[in-house]
C-alpha cells in the first residue's frame, strides 16, 4: 500500500468525488486561484474549472449559508471555512440552518453539505488562531462532527462524508498535514459515525480523536516500555457518538483517560467520561482522567503555548495516576 | 372570463384569503390553540400576493417568520397551513415548524425563517443550484426592512452580484424593525442605497397597490431571466397589526396606524377591481363567501387532525441516521 500524506489523503478524496459526481463543487476562500490556504486543492480550478472551484469573497456566513442553500436544492457542495476559528462567524448558518432545516420542516429538506475546516493550536498563531472548539458544534443534533486522525481515515471520512445526505463539519488538523499513512489504492469509504480501535491493549483505555490520537499513540508506546499495555480508540466522528468501542475497551481495562486538544470544561473527554459511568460503572476501577488543554487562551510564546496544549508526557502522568 | 379578468380575481381571493387566515389565527391564538410567536401580515397583503402572482412553478420562494401570506399566496395547502399553525402532525412541517417555519418544497416554498437574515445566504444558494444546473428558476426572497442591517444582507448581496445569481431581493419595508423604526436603525432612509452598494439596480413600488407591486416584479423578472443577475426591490408598505402577538405598540402613533389603514390594499383591489368593471359586487361578496367556507373548513381539518407522536419527536433530525452500536 502506499504511503501519502493526510494532505494529500484529503486532496485525493475531494478529487476522486467531483470526478465521480458532477454535482460536487467546492467553494471557500483561497480554494481556486490560491490552491488552498493548506494546499489541499492544488491544480483543482486548472482541472475542474472556475464553476466547480469557486473562490469566495471573506464571508464566513455566506459561505456556509449558501453552500446549504445549494445543498437544500439538489448540489452537493464542499464549502470551506478557512480555519474553524472563523467558524464561529458561521455558527448561526451552520446550527440554526443547515443541523436544522430538515427537521424543522417536516423532514422535507435535505441537505448534503460538507463543510471542510481545519482546527487545533501549537503553531504559535495566538488565541484566536489557535482553538479546538470541535465539542460545541458536536453538541447540536442535526450535524455530523468529523475529525480523522490518520491518512486513510481522513480520505474514507471525507469521501463517505461528501456521499452522506446529512450536513458535515469536516475537521482536518493543521499539524497533520505533513502525517504519512498507509493509504490504498482503490475507492473505499470509512463509515461516519464508528470509532476505531487503533492499537490493542490491557491495562487502559486511551480514547482520543483527532491529532490526540497520534498522541495518545505515542503515549501508548511509551507506556509499553514500562510493560503497561494501553488499548487507544479513535473516536473519528463526534457525532454521532459511537461509545461500543470505548464501552468494550473499558469493560476490558476497567480504567480510562480521555485525551482533548480543547478545554476540559463541559467538553468531549466530559462527554465520554459521562458515558462511561452510566453505562459501565459496575466495571470502574478508577475515576476516568480528562487530560486537555491548560484552561486559558492560548499565548503565542512557543514554550508557553506548547506547556498548554496536551502532550504525551502529560497522558503518561494520567495513565499512572488511574493504575 | 378572461385569463386576465380571472387571474385579477384569483388575486383579490388571494388576498381576502390571507386576511382572513390572519384574524382567525388571531382569535385562535388567544384561546390558546396556536402556541409560539405570531407574526400577522394584514396591511402587507398587497406585497405577497403580487409579488407571488408574477411567478412561474419554475421559480423559488423564500422568506422570514411573517410568512403565512407568502405561503398562502404560493398556493399551499390551505387545511395544511392550519394544521401546522395548531401543531397538527398534517400540518405542512408535520407540527415541527409552526407559524414561523411554513414550507412545501413540493411548491419551491423554502419556508419561513426565524432568524432575521438567515435565509438570505439560502436564497444565494438555491440561486447558485439553479446557475449551476442550467434551470430556469429566479429565487424570490422576501425580507424585512430589519434584516438590511445585518451582516448576512451584506454578504448574501454581494455574493449573489459576484456571481450574477438570480435573485430578486424583495424588501417589505414596514417602517418598523419590531418597534424601531427605520430612521432610527438605518443610517439611509431607502434600502435600495443599500442595494446600489453592490450595483444591484434597484426599485421602489408601493406596496399597498398589489397590480404596482406585480408590474415591478415582473420587470425584476425581466432582467434577471435575461441573465444580468440580481434585482432588488422596495416594496413600501405597512402592517396593521402588532409585530407579534401581545405588542404594546408604544413605538407608534394611533393616528398613523389609522391613516395607513385608509390605504388598505384589499379595499384599494376592490374599488379597483369594480371600477374597471372586472367584477361586479355580487362577485366579490361571492369570493368572501367562499373563502368563509374555505377557511371553516381548515379550522375543522386542523382541529381534527391528530398530534405528532413520540415516535415524530426523533424523526428527520437525520437522513438515514448512521447506525452506531450499542456495547
Known sequence: ?323 | MSDDKAQLLEMYRTMVLIRRFEEKCAELYAQGDIGGFLHLYIGQEAVGVGAISALTEDDHVITAYRDHGQAIARGLDLNALMAEMTGKATGVSKGKGGSMHLADVSKNFWGGYAIVGGHLPLATGIALAEQYEERPGVVLCFMGDGSTNIGYFHESLNLAAVWDLPVLWLVENNQYGMGTAVRRASAVEHMTQKAAGYGIPAAQVDGMDVLAVKAATEEALAHIRAGNGPYFLEALTYRFRGHSMGDPERYRQPEEIEQWQEDDPIGHFHNHLLKEKVATEKQLDAVQLQVDEDMAEAVRFAEESPLPTQEDLYADVYVDTPVVKEA
Not at chain 1, 472551484?53 to 464549502?79: C, K, N, Q, Y
Not at chain 1, 458535515?168 to 498507509?182: A, I, N, P, W
Not at chain 1, 494501553?230 to 473499558?250: C, H, I, K
Request: proline share 5%; hydrophobic share 45%; charged share 25%.
Open chain 1, 1 to 323: 500500500m502506499a504511503q501519502i500524506t493526510y494532505r494529500q489523503a484529503i486532496s485525493d478524496a475531494l478529487w476522486e468525488e467531483m470526478e465521480r459526481d458532477e454535482r460536487v463543487f467546492i467553494m471557500g476562500q483561497e480554494v481556486g486561484v490560491w490552491g488552498g490556504t493548506y494546499a489541499v486543492t492544488r491544480g483543482f480550478y486548472d482541472h475542474f474549472g472556475e464553476k466547480r472551484v469557486r473562490d469566495t469573497p471573506i464571508s464566513e456566513m455566506v459561505i456556509a449559508g449558501a453552500g446549504t442553500g445549494a445543498a437544500m436544492a439538489g448540489l452537493r457542495p464542499v464549502a470551506e471555512l478557512m480555519t474553524i476559528n472563523f467558524a464561529f462567524l458561521a455558527l448561526d448558518a451552520i446550527v440554526n440552518h443547515a443541523a436544522k432545516v430538515r427537521y424543522m420542516f417536516g423532514g422535507q429538506m435535505t441537505v448534503p453539505l460538507v463543510i471542510r475546516t481545519t482546527t487545533g493550536g501549537g503553531r504559535q498563531l495566538g488565541a484566536t488562531h489557535s482553538h479546538s472548539p470541535e465539542a460545541i458544534f458536536a453538541h447540536f443534533p442535526g450535524l455530523i462532527v468529523v475529525a480523522p486522525a490518520s491518512p486513510y481515515d481522513a480520505k474514507g471520512l471525507l469521501k463517505a462524508a461528501i456521499r452522506d445526505d446529512n450536513p458535515v463539519l469536516f475537521v482536518e488538523h493543521s499539524t497533520l498535514y505533513q502525517l504519512r499513512g498507509e493509504v490504498p489504492e482503490e475507492d473505499y469509504t470509512v463509515p461516519l459515525g464508528t470509532s476505531d480501535v487503533k492499537r490493542e491493549g490491557d491495562d487502559v483505555t486511551l480514547v482520543a480523536y483527532s491529532k490526540m490520537t497520534q498522541v495518545a499513540l505515542n503515549a501508548a508506546e511509551e507506556l509499553a516500555k514500562e510493560g503497561i499495555s494501553a488499548e487507544v480508540v479513535d473516536l473519528r466522528t463526534l457525532r454521532p457518538l459511537d461509545m461500543g468501542p470505548v464501552l468494550d475497551s473499558f469493560r476490558k481495562t476497567n480504567r480510562c483517560v480521555v485525551v482533548e486538544e480543547g478545554w476540559a470544561l463541559y467538553g468531549v473527554a466530559a462527554e465520554i467520561a459521562a458515558r462511561i459511568q452510566e453505562e459501565s460503572f459496575d466495571w470502574m476501577d478508577a475515576p476516568v482522567k480528562r487530560v486537555s488543554q491548560a484552561d486559558v487562551p492560548l499565548p503565542y510564546s512557543r514554550e508557553l503555548e506548547q506547556s498548554a496544549l496536551p502532550d504525551v508526557e502529560n497522558v503518561v502522568a494520567a495513565v499512572r495516576e488511574v493504575l
